[in-house]
């Protein structure tokens, strides 16, 4: 058996999220931290690398026994996202594409004239009271993101575990926060219309039933 589902929907940032791109050639006066953006269209993104580690790193929180390396995660975690462990290399299950702002239009039609914004914070020396500025981008609140997920099915008995893992790790994400700073605030997503389609192959009628009440939460 051989079959691929598209996961798709949206991430909504909820509040300022910060994924930090190359200040490495910034100017004198720039901003320090600047979030990374498409080189095409210059508007902001979220790699897909950033999403999917986020989720791993969550559910292995809730299901590993211990702090582990990733290639010592719980079974159902390996399974869903692959290992790079010598001598028991798995692949992955599922693509996480890259995803790019998509409706800075209708923004700018809310008279929003940036897509991102820059906060400006202090750390404090405790001993000396000394103040450090500096310049933080973020990726407004209201940004929308494209999710594109691909999961390649090879066993139809396990579809549907996986497919609620992955559903489970984007709940947890909710509760948790994208991207750096979180602590202060930063980087709160939150998923909507998740929709999961097969789109190569073919899944007994019972399991693409269920799909879609997996990712209703």
Known sequence: MFSKIQITGTVEVVTGMHIGGNSAFAAIGAVDSPVIKDSRSKLPMIPGSSLKGKIRTLLAKKYNDAIVEPENDAENILRLFGSSKKNNIRPSRIIFSDMV???EKELRRQDV?????????????RQTAVANPRQIERV?????FDLDLIYEAQNESEVLEDMRLLAEGMKLLEYDYLGGHGSRG???VKFKDIQAEVVIGELSESVEEQLGDIFRF
């Open 101 to 103: 702002m998509e409706n």
């Open 186 to 188: 930063y980087g709160k």
């Open 140 to 144: 407004i609140r209201g940004a929308q």
């Open 113 to 125: 004239t940036s897509m991102t914004e820059v906060k400006f914070e202090n750390s404090i020396n």
